[in-house]
């Protein structure tokens, strides 16, 4: 009999296979993102907010939005201002959606200087002299879960808060937040060798003010140029709609005939009709114009491109003439698509006024609506109106939101912008 050589077992298939040993861990941990945040880089081609992302909130695909919607919104600012800018909102480990910075520190006003290269190089000696006579930087963040973002930022920058907000928690600080327009500002903030202040507010407050105009307090600052940080589909397409509907209003307020100029002052207007420090000594007179002065570009970026698909609008590019039709035809199609908070304080005021009802026959009501001469004063008075009580209440909730001595810190800054803009305006000046 003859034996057969026989090898060394096989192992079944389904058998596991030993691990590897695993690597030794790293002698040096990686630093945090958040605790050394890097400047993105200057986009080459296409901006970082217009480039598709994977993450939901940061792509127009679940809108059914193209890539390139809202282009006009995407204001530049020069990089050393951008990687500022996206080092504050990236310095905060609360989850913010959407976040934008506004106002004087970021575009530049008349009579205002604003951040740049020399306020960024800490290297420097002059800059800790130089924090004080700039404007502060202005953020809005707005956020899914204001009390749970509360919560977090509270631990993380206790010292943002009052010592009363500090002790009685997220939820007090969430229903002030709630009360007029829904913001609740943390102001004189200093983070990375400059003073903020910011904003917060939830994401379905935002669109809701962006798309019916119901205070007009987060609305009517996103008429004017601002500097988009983290995008967010759904607040694109509510601003593209807000923008619209400021065009729509100053145009109805507008002659046949008009200057570039002429609109955006109209436009950067609305927000403070009825703000009750344009009329206590607390803020400069001439607002309105040193914003024009000095962000006409960005105005122009902003509304002209919305201005061609407008029917009856004649604009040509770098023009210093705009022509609409006037006729009450034509205003008509801007009148329907007033933001429905505005739109039904016109309906009541034309109700009041009696004449046709709207239920009778529309066509003969809309026309006469639209061909009132009255119409651009029942406009501003009633946009006044809707401003007036949210503008009013956020200027008090400032004392519960700031605590006594930053809201008196703040209140000198203002009268002083107030007491700026009256000397800038007398004869002698």
């Not at 800059?127 to 509360?150: C, E, G, S, T, Y």
């Not at 917060?200 to 601002?226: E, I, Q």
Request: hydrophobic share 35%; aromatic share 8%.
């Amino acid at each position: 009999m003859t034996t057969e050589s026989v090898g060394p077992p096989i192992p079944p298939a389904s058998s596991p296979q030993p691990n590897p040993s695993p690597p030794p861990p790293d002698s040096k941990a990686r630093p945090s993102r958040l605790a050394y945040p890097v400047p993105r880089p200057t986009p080459t081609h296409t901006p970082n907010h217009l480039r598709q992302s994977t993450h939901p909130h940061l792509s127009g695909r679940n809108l059914g939005l193209p890539p390139t919607f809202g282009r006009n919104q995407l204001l530049p600012v020069s990089d050393s201002t951008r990687a500022l800018l996206e080092r504050i909102v990236w310095s905060f480990d609360a989850p913010v959606r959407y976040a934008f910075a506004y106002g004087s520190g970021v575009f530049g006003q008349a009579g205002y200087d604003h951040v740049d290269e020399d306020i960024v190089d800490t290297s420097k000696p002059k800059h800790k002299q130089n924090r004080a006579d700039k404007p502060m930087l202005d953020f809005i963040f707005a956020v899914n879960h204001p009390d749970h973002w509360h919560s977090i930022n509270m631990h993380q920058y206790p010292g943002h808060y009052p010592l009363h907000a500090r002790m009685l928690g997220s939820s007090f600080v969430t229903k002030v937040q709630e009360m007029g327009p829904g913001v609740w500002f943390n102001t004189y903030v200093p983070m990375h060798d400059v003073t903020i202040k910011y904003g917060v507010t939830s994401v379905d407050t935002l669109c809701a003010d962006l798309l019916n105009w119901r205070t007009l307090y987060l609305a009517g600052r996103m008429h004017k140029p601002l500097r988009i940080i983290k995008d967010d589909a759904r607040v694109r397409l509510t601003q593209q709609v807000n923008l619209t509907s400021a065009l729509r209003t100053a145009l109805l307020m507008l002659p046949s005939q008009f200057t570039p100029r002429d609109l955006f002052m109209h436009i950067a207007s609305i927000s403070y009709t009825g703000d009750p420090r344009m009329v206590l000594p607390a803020e400069n007179r001439n607002k309105v114009k040193n914003v024009v002065d000095r962000q006409e570009g960005q105005f122009r970026e902003l509304y002209w491109r919305l201005a061609q698909g407008l029917p009856g609008v004649r604009w040509s590019v770098g023009s210093d003439v705009v022509e609409q039709d006037v006729s009450p035809q034509a205003r008509v199609a801007h009148m329907k698509k007033l933001p429905q908070g505005l739109l039904d304080r016109v309906h009541a005021r034309m109700r009041e006024r009696g004449g046709v009802s709207r239920e009778a026959d529309e066509y003969a009501y809309w026309i006469r609506v639209a061909g009132d001469e009255s119409m651009p004063e029942i406009l501003q008075q009633e946009m006044c109106k809707i401003v007036r009580y949210p503008a009013t209440m956020q200027t008090l909730k400032g004392v519960v939101s700031a605590g006594v001595s930053k809201s008196m810190r703040y209140a000198v800054a203002k009268v002083g912008k107030w007491w700026k803009g009256v000397r800038s305006s007398s004869p002698s000046s």
